[in-house]
């Protein structure tokens, strides 16, 4: 049976991926925004909309930046309980065994999707809003359950939580 990596050194690495994330879509977010204000953006005529575009795309990716650092501040401020008796929830470090092999979740309030490689182990950043998320809510160690996932039945079993 695998051992589970350290849960706050799980959440640190998912910070530095949504950091790292937030600084890739400021820097877009800023070229495009002096993309769409450049002198060369002005409109030749009244049917040319680039800079009306361009500026569009710059409100876009600016939103998405202050979504990640949204993002970040739920991570960061994530409780980091113990779930090795209690049901599972945000905060939870999982070892499952899933159709008998073993994988890593950490569910977390935003980075859903991610893989993180965390002491020598993969980890599978879930948010509670997933399906397999919201399959785990409430599950203790030992409780196994099946979910269908992409068109197929799989069996999960709960081995061990922190």
């Given at each position: ?25 400021r820097d877009t977010a800023n070229a495009t925004r002096a ?39 739920r991570v960061r401020t994530l409780p980091l309980d113990d ?80």
């Amino acid at each position: 049976m695998s051992s589970l990596p350290d849960k706050v050194a799980v959440r640190d690495a998912l910070v530095a991926r949504l950091q790292a994330e937030a600084a890739k879509a400021r820097d877009t977010a800023n070229a495009t925004r002096a993309e769409a204000t450049h002198e060369e953006a002005r409109p030749e005529n009244d049917k040319d909309t680039r800079a009306l575009e361009q500026t569009y795309l710059a409100r876009g990716q600016a939103m998405r930046v202050e979504e990640l650092e949204e993002a970040l501040v739920r991570v960061r401020t994530l409780p980091l309980d113990d779930f090795s008796d209690r049901p599972l929830g945000p905060g939870a470090l999982v070892l499952c065994a899933v159709d008998d092999e073993e994988r890593i979740f950490f569910v977390a309030p935003a980075g859903g999707g991610e893989k993180l490689e965390v002491g020598g182990a993969v980890v599978h950043v879930l948010t509670a809003a997933s399906p397999v998320g919201r399959a785990l809510a409430g599950k203790r160690v030992d409780d196994d359950f099946e979910l269908r996932v992409a068109g197929r039945v799989r069996d999960y079993e709960v081995l061990e939580a922190r």
